[in-house]
């Protein structure tokens, strides 16, 4: 089952939010996240807040979830209406999961419609969905394309048939790329295809395999993450067993060198540790949203969301979320309202995962000694630093963890 969420102050029922965290709504980026929790199978590494049909049973579908998803959207607006500004449009949308693209065209675009009938979207809004690659098809990219969607990230994960059952992953090896070709031949210019490396019995050749079909696809953005092995999945049972072993950090930087290198030989520049794009209009603006310190309302059963400082999560269950909100109240779980030092931790964490780096005077003292270390230890670059940025070199994004420490020790 999906993992505990994490405690915090009681969240009001209502869903009402101090006034600190309205003020300068809409000076910062907004976005809409969708969570959508269904799956038809789960995958052995996950930990998301996933439940199959079995799981559910009666106790919630696609289209409860629909309704409860309609009255959070309308609530959010009632709630930054509370504000002084009037409640922003929504510059960007990310429909997640889970697995999006098994509500179909049609109920996607019922998504959007809820979101345009509360918040509104803006001009020009990014407006994305998860998809996996064996639940699309060329008439279901020509649908979401038709309600609005702009672009579309699919799982691939890897093109090893060996890998992919490690994985638990259902599609076949050619189908994400397929699926890649139907999204832009419906008129997609954005599309992002998602790896995964260090799967235990993956080898160098099978990722170099996976990137060659990457470029296959003619996609503008990939993102890339190394396998982690989070408690209480299948996988983790494994690594405890001794079915597999756990990835090793040496090879995972080995493995991160090879995608970075051939990434970069066919145009993709990095512009976060774990994505890369073609150029700045491929770049994810949600996720950008969220390593800036943006704003997002957060939608559907367990989806955590961000304004002004204050942090919530949401219940976890669909059953209960749909129940919640037919009740007139807010799903929230809990909240946390961000001090200063904390905001400012987070955007050290955040910002230096950037290619732009997070500014100097953030730091306090003792970090901009650490800075000068980073730079003498070859993990920070000279020439940024002197210009009053913290910038990763390439050996630093390795070690982007160690550093954010350093920074904040």
């Known amino acids: 089952m999906p993992s505990q969420l994490p405690d915090g102050e009681p969240a009001p029922n209502d869903g009402s939010l101090p006034e600190s965290a309205l003020t300068g709504l809409g000076l910062r980026p907004f976005g809409i996240y969708v969570h959508v929790p269904f799956c038809a199978t789960r995958c052995g590494y996950c930990d998301f807040n996933t439940y ?6 009666s106790s919630g579908g696609f289209d409860s979830w629909l ?4 009255a959070e959207l309308d609530l959010g607006a009632r709630v930054l209406a509370a504000g002084p500004r009037a409640v922003p449009k929504a510059e960007t949308v990310f ?30 809004a990014e407006i994305t969905t998860e998809s996996n690659p064996e639940s699309t098809s060329p008439e279901f990219f020509a649908g979401i394309r038709d309600a609005g969607y702009t672009r579309v ?3 691939m994960q890897s093109a090893a048939e060996h890998v992919l059952r490690v994985l638990d992953r259902r599609h076949t090896p050619g189908r994400p790329v397929e699926a890649a070709t139907e999204a832009r031949a419906a008129g997609f210019e954005h599309v992002n295809l998602d790896l995964i490396y260090g799967t235990p019995g993956e080898t160098d050749d ?15 953005h990939v993102s890339a993450y190394s396998l982690i092995v989070e408690d ?40 976060e540790v774990s994505n890369w794009a073609s150029d700045s209009a491929a770049e994810c603006r ?23 400082g204050v942090r919530w999560w949401n219940v976890k269950h669909p059953a209960r ?63 940024d630093l002197r210009a009053g940025r913290c910038v990763l070199t390439d050996r630093g994004r390795l070690l982007a963890d160690a550093v954010v420490h350093a920074l904040l020790a």
Do not use: C
Request: aromatic share 4%; charged share 25%.
């Open 52 to 57: 199959t049909a079995d799981e559910l049973g």
């Open 67 to 70: 309704e409860g998803l309609r």
């Open 95 to 124: 429909v997640g999961g889970g697995t999006p693209s098994l509500l179909g065209a049609e109920r996607l675009g019922a998504v959007l419609d809820a979101i345009r009938a509360s918040f509104g979207l803006a001009n020009e």
């Open 153 to 155: 990230s699919l799982g």
């Open 206 to 220: 099978d990722l170099r395999r996976s990137l060659e079909a990457v470029r296959a696809g003619g996609v503008d």
């Open 232 to 271: 209480g999945t299948p996988m983790a049972r494994k690594v405890r067993r001794g079915d597999v072993p756990m990835p090793d950090p040496d090879v995972l930087a080995d493995r991160y060198e090879i995608l970075d290198r051939t990434l970069s030989e066919a145009g993709l520049h990095w512009y």
């Open 286 to 308: 949600h996720n950008l949203g969220y390593w800036r310190g943006g704003d997002w309302w957060g939608a559907g059963p367990g989806a955590h969301s961000h304004v002004g």
């Open 321 to 383: 979320y749909a129940t919640a909100l037919a009740g007139g109240e807010s799903p929230a779980h809990a909240r946390e309202v961000l001090g200063v030092e904390d905001r400012r931790v987070e955007r050290v964490m955040l910002e230096l995962r950037l290619a732009g780096g997070v500014p100097v005077d953030v730091l306090d003292e003792s970090g901009v000694l650490a800075a000068k270390q980073a730079v003498t230890d070859g993990l920070l670059r000279a020439e």
